[in-house]
């Protein structure tokens, strides 16, 4: 336990001097009854009641000690149940994702849940954005500042071709906060024996058409992923009928490749969903489900050593005028 306001225990003084001066009015009250007992004015008290003359002052002695430590505000920390992690919204930025076969466009509509999610998480999630095309980049280091969220989730623009490896790596890094390095060849040999460290209340969430144009290859990234605890949640934007999108004057043809999402996120123990609408993809978010971690925060117990005091007063009173019929 810990006090914010700790010199308002000086008050604490108080206790004794007033216990020092109830027993000198007790000897007092006592010699006085004393002589008169012994001019055979008063009957002698009997033994076996005496203590309770001094319950209610007890009581009410501890009473304002407990009001005493309240005014010095103390604070306790309490085991609270919470959801906790990292979120990293990792975005497909290359030109496919101007096709309009998902309403607005694939971007607008990723651009769109992904804001409401933000918006939904508690301050104990910290959500990071990362843009990958060609290559990737963190937009936004993990933060649980929601209007940094949202504002870097709306200056995303796209152009390139799609390394989802890339992606992957690059979301990994912002969970783990520094640049990792990945030997191409363990890579390649052995991706599950990669180490970087564990990570297991965090989650990627991969928005993309799964139309990967270069490396490293995506489904290795998941392994690594895997072994860190990180799961990889994909979802899928566009149609298997696809669409055409005109870049830089030419007519291209793009489609949605479920396939390769399924194997990326089946491999981290995550899940894979298509969302043909903004809508569709909003839902897609809410089962999205965080650790669940117990964490020790500080919480004021003022309010509960004030209300212990006045329990005090009150049972002091009662049981003076029970047995005394007075207060004072």
């Not at 212990?308 to 049981?319: D, E, N, Q, R, T």
């Amino acid at each position: 336990m810990s006090l914010r306001s700790p010199w308002m225990l000086l008050f604490l003084g108080f206790v004794p001097v007033l216990v020092l001066a109830y027993a000198g009015a007790v000897r007092a009250r006592a010699g006085r009854a004393a002589r008169l007992a012994s001019e055979g004015l008063v009957p002698t008290a009997a033994a076996q009641v005496r203590w309770r003359r001094h319950v209610p002052f007890a009581l009410f002695a501890a009473a304002i000690a407990l009001m005493c430590v309240a005014l010095a505000r103390p604070t306790v920390s309490l085991a609270l149940p919470e959801r906790e992690g990292t979120v990293v919204l990792a975005f497909d930025v290359s030109n496919s994702m101007r096709a309009k076969d998902v309403a607005p466009t694939r971007i607008a509509a990723a651009k769109t849940a992904a804001i409401a999610f933000a918006k939904r998480q508690p301050s104990s999630i910290r959500v990071g954005v990362v843009a990958f095309a060609d290559g990737a980049v963190t937009v936004l280091k993990p933060t649980n500042v929601t209007a940094d969220v949202i504002a870097a989730i709306k200056r995303l623009s796209v152009g390139g071709g799609t390394s989802l490896g890339d992606g992957l790596l690059r979301s990994l890094d912002a969970i783990a906060d520094k640049n990792l390095t990945i030997n191409a060849s363990a890579l390649e040999s052995d991706a599950g024996s990669v180490k970087i460290g564990f990570y297991g209340s965090s989650t990627i969430v991969l928005l993309s058409d799964g139309e990967n144009t270069s490396g490293p290859d995506p489904v290795s990234l998941a392994e690594v992923a895997s072994t860190a605890g990180v799961r990889v949640h994909t979802i899928g934007l566009g149609t298997a009928q696809g669409t055409v999108v005109q870049i830089d004057g030419f007519s291209v043809a793009t489609a949605l490749d479920a396939g390769l999402l399924q194997k990326i996120a089946k491999v981290t123990d995550g899940s894979y969903d298509q969302a043909s609408s903004a809508t569709a993809l909003t839902q897609i978010y809410r089962s999205i489900h965080l650790q669940l971690k117990t964490v020790r925060k500080p919480r004021e117990a003022t309010n509960l050593f004030a209300a212990g005091g006045g329990l005090l007063l009150l049972l002091g009173s009662a049981l003076a005028l029970a047995w005394f019929g007075r207060v004072v």
